[in-house]
Each structure stands twice: as C-alpha cells, then as structure tokens.
C-alpha cells in the first residue's frame, strides 16, 4: 500500500503526459458544467424569470464559425509548417494552451447545442443560453484572433526548438527529485522515462537535419549540449536503477552496433551521454560536408564543453568517452581534408581538445592529460606525413604543436613535476616525424621552410625565463636531428634565421581566421634569444669534440 502511495504521483504525471488530450477534455467538460451550474444557481437566486425564453437561432452558426476558424488555422498553419518542422503535430497533441482553447470552443459549441435543445423541450434553461451566447461566445471570439498568432508563431523553427528543449529540460530535471528517485526502482517507470528522453533527443536531431537555416542548427546544437550538461551535474542524485539499459533505449537506431556494449555502457552510467556524442558526430560529418565550418565548430565545443564538465565532476568514464569522440572528430577531419585539400575543420577542432586537455591540466589528472596528450602526438605525426603530399595540411603541423606548447606551458605554470613535464615535452618533439620516421628522406627545402622549429625554440625561450634550462638542451637535443640532413653549416643558419623570424613576428596576424588574428609563432621572451643561442653552439661544440 505504501509502495503504491508513492507510486500514484508517478503514474498520475505519466498519464497526464501520455494522454494529454483526454485529461484537457475531462477538465474543460467540468469546468464548463460546473460554470453552467453555478451561473444558474446565481441566477434564480436573482429572481430572474422571462416570460419567452430566448431562442438564439444565429448562436450555433457563430459558434460554428469560431471553431471552424480557429481548427482551420491550426490545421493550414501545421500543416505548412511540418513540411520543414517533422513530427510538429506531436507538439501541439501535447500544448495544454492550445488543447485547452480548442476544447473550449468545441463544448462550448456542444454547450450551446445543448442549451438550445433543451429550451425547446419546455424545460427552458434561460441561464444556460445566456451564459453561452453572451459569455462564452464573446470570450471565444476575443481570444480566436490572439490563438491564431499563438499557432503561426510557435510553428517557427526557433520556438519549437524552445519547446523541445525546456520539455527535455523538464525531464532530466525530474530525475533528481526525491519521489522521482524513490520510483525508480519500477523498471517500468525507468523505462518510461528513458523512452521520454530518447523521443526528446531524437526530434531534435530530426529538426537539425530539416531545418536549413543557421541560426535554428547553432540554437539545436547548443541546447542539446547545454542539457546534457545539466544532465551530468546531476547524475549523483539519480538512482542507480536508471542507468540500467531498457527495451527503448537497447532498440534505439544510436545503439544498433553496439549490443556488445550494453553492460559497459550500464556499469559506466553514460548510455545518454554516447547517444548525444554520436548524435554530435553525425551532425558534424553532415556539416562539414555542406561546408558549414562554424557549425561544425560549434559540434566540437559542445563535445568537449561536456568532458570539461566531466572533469571537473571526476567522472572517469565519461572523460575517456569524450576523448574518444574527439578522436573521432579528428579522424573525420582529416579524411575529409584529404578529399578536398581542407585544413579549416581539423584547424577549429584541435583548439577544442587542446581546452579539454587543459582542463585535465587545471585538475591535476595526469593519467588522462598522458593520454590525450599521446593521442594528440599521434595525429600530428599522421598529418605531418601527409602534409609532404599535401600542402594544404602544412600549417596543421604548426597548429597541433602551438596547441601542446600552450598544455607545456600550463604544466609549467601549474607546477606539475618536472618529470612529467619532460614527458610530454618528449611527445611535442615527436610531432614532426611521420608514424615511419621518415626523418632522414625529408627534403632539406621541406625542413627549412618548416616553421615547428620556430615554436620549439619559442617554448625554449619561455623556459629559459623560467630557469628550466633542462627543458631546453631537451630542445636542442632534438633540433640537432635536421643536422643531418641539412648539413652542419646550413643548420646553424636555419636555426639562426628560425630566431630572427621570432624578433620580427608581431602578436597578431595581418589577416583573420576563425580562431582570430592571434599569431601563434609571437612569442614575448625575445630576449632570452641571445642565451639560447648561446647554448645551441656549445651543444654542437661539445657534440663535435666528443
């Protein structure tokens, strides 16, 4: 008995969202009953008596009318509207605004009708027809206009985008509430409410595909990260019976390849996290290819906005999920780079997990900063080899290496353990050679015109002002490797041109990209040039007499 107390309010608000239509008319018949009966007793109390009842014959025609207005409107204006809006008649099942207008006019309609009928039967209800002809009628054809406007607005992409979040707002929200909690252990109930979030979620990605304008995708992909973020905040205070996998979610379109999946996806508590992440990545493969490069960006921050979060919770499993999709963001941008000789995307999306991995940075989590940070070193080694058959993938070189310079230098700045930071110091010094080490068959042209080596000895004048000249011949260890092939007199005066570029490179670029007009290769520690020079000869001066 006392498990059904707790239940009733459960199944009460399931059945009101399930079956919306039929509670409106329940309470809109009652409330119109209940009017009728109180206006008539109202109304003999006031010793109102007409000797010849009125009969209203134009009443059920105006009557008419209305509802024939106000249902063709909703049913011209839906009907237009979901050639680029899918399933929008499914949101106006569920408006209780305007189910509860709509069954207005319609009993008041039978209302009418009725009173009317019953007047010609010498049972006169004179009150009735009064309160229908001079109340209700008026009050439905002051409100008809106001509804319409109500209808042709809410059909905007915008608003019904509104609508689908704050819907799924609501029910992530409802998670964490303490008789919510308390049902949970109803697999049926679990089921209900992981079926409701799925629905949410998959409408959203429908309208992203139908709807062609950039404002209504870039507001989808924002509230679907925002959620999902709200979602993990509050992940803590939702019971642990949730995250068992229903019927609903195992069927899901999302999860049709991943059945061997399923019990990690339970034991790690982020079967709703993956369906964003995958529902994101099919989002950015489609943006990318219609060319819509903010878009895109906007899939990738979203992404890593929620695996900072992750972080910052000590949510273990979802952080390598994360690092997993954005592996796999890479991994898209490149392929499509190839194709179309693009730099653009993987230049957007490297900003983005170089801010994920700088959040691992700021919570000391060094397991995962090792990690990404490996992972980082492996994808610039990959578009360093390509970059020999395309140029375009050049530039991408220098921009994975600025990206780990700036992890470098949050690790010094954070004062992470010298060890750790020669490790990954280690990694930046690898992402110039191919995954085959192709060093040694490189074209001499090819290394000088490369501008790695500027930002390695930019990094080594920060750590010289810094006093970590370990750092440095760590440097100047891996620099001497072009000497090689560059020959001992053309190397010394690569690297010399390498610091004279650095003296005139200003902090900002004369032209814009996406990420602005910041110059990566500026470095503020000019003046520690002399010193570094100073330690790159000796180096070779020490190497030739040994």
């Given amino acids: 008995m006392q498990r059904r107390h707790l239940l009733s309010p459960i199944h009460l608000l399931k059945s009101a969202n399930r079956h919306p239509l039929i509670l409106v008319f329940l309470i809109v018949a009652s409330l119109i009953i209940w009017l009728d009966i109180l206006f008539t007793e109202q109304w003999l109390q006031a010793g109102i008596a007409l000797v010849n009842p009125p009969i209203m014959i134009f009443a059920p025609q105006v009557w008419l009318a209305l509802f024939s207005m106000v249902l063709g409107s909703l049913i011209i204006a839906i009907s237009i509207a979901a050639q680029r809006t899918p399933k929008l ?95 949970m252990n109803n697999p049926n109930i679990v089921a209900d409410y992981q079926l409701d979030l799925f629905e949410t979620l998959n409408q959203l990605d429908n309208l992203m595909e139908f709807v062609s304008f950039k404002e209504p995708q870039a507001d989808i992909l924002r509230k679907i990260g925002q959620a999902t973020r709200t979602y993990v905040s509050l992940k803590a205070a939702i019971h642990p019976s949730f995250f068992l996998l229903s019927p609903h979610v195992q069927d899901d379109i999302s999860f049709k390849t991943m059945v061997d999946q399923f ?145 470098l230098i949050a690790l010094s700045q954070a004062g992470w353990p010298a060890d750790f930071q020669a490790e990954m110091l280690d990694l930046l010094l690898q992402m110039d050679h191919s995954p085959e080490r192709e060093q040694e068959s490189l074209d001499p042209e090819f290394i000088i015109s490369s501008r790695v080596r500027v930002l390695q000895i930019g990094l080594a004048l920060y750590y010289l002002r810094t006093g970590r000249e370990a750092f440095v011949h760590q440097i100047i260890a891996d620099l001497l490797d072009d000497q090689a092939c560059l020959g001992p007199d053309r190397f010394r005066q690569t690297i010399e041109r390498n610091c004279h570029r650095l003296l005139h490179f200003q902090s900002e670029f004369w032209e814009d990209t996406d990420r602005g007009n910041m110059n990566m290769y500026y470095t503020a520690d000019t003046a520690y040039i002399p010193r570094f020079l100073e330690l790159f000869h000796t180096t070779i001066a020490t190497r030739l007499l040994s």
């Fill in 89 to 183: 008649i499914d949101l106006y099942i569920r408006d209780w605004r305007s189910l509860f207008f709509l069954w207005f006019v319609g009993l008041g309609l039978v209302h009418n009708l009725f009173a009317q009928y019953i007047s010609t039967a010498h049972a006169p209800r004179t009150s009735s027809i009064v309160l229908s002809t001079y109340l209700f009628m008026p009050l439905t054809a002051v409100l008809a206009m106001p509804y319409i406007l109500y209808t042709l607005r809410s059909t905007r992409p915008s608003n019904v985008v509104a609508r689908l979040h704050n819907a799924y707002m609501r029910q992530i929200q409802q998670l964490g509430q303490p008789f919510i909690y308390k049902a």
């Fill in 263 to 407: 019990e990690q996806m339970e034991k790690h508590r982020i079967f709703l996290e993956l369906k964003t992440f995958r529902m994101l990545d099919n989002a950015y493969i489609q943006l990318i290819n219609k060319g819509h490069f903010d878009l895109a960006s906007l899939c990738v921050f979203e992404v890593a906005e929620i695996g900072r979060l992750a972080i910052q919770c000590h949510d273990h499993p979802l952080i390598h999920a994360t690092l997993v999709h954005l592996n796999t963001i890479l991994r898209f941008s490149i392929k499509h780079g190839l194709r179309h000789s693009e730099a653009r995307n993987l230049y957007n999306a490297i900003f983005h997990y170089s801010h994920f991995i700088d959040e691992m940075v700021q919570q000391q989590q060094p397991d995962h900063v090792r990690n990404a940070c490996t992972h980082l070193k492996n994808y610039s080694a990959e578009i360093f080899h390509h970059s020999r058959t395309e140029p375009a993938f050049r530039f991408l070189v220098d921009a994975f290496v600025n990206e780990m310079k700036n992890i």
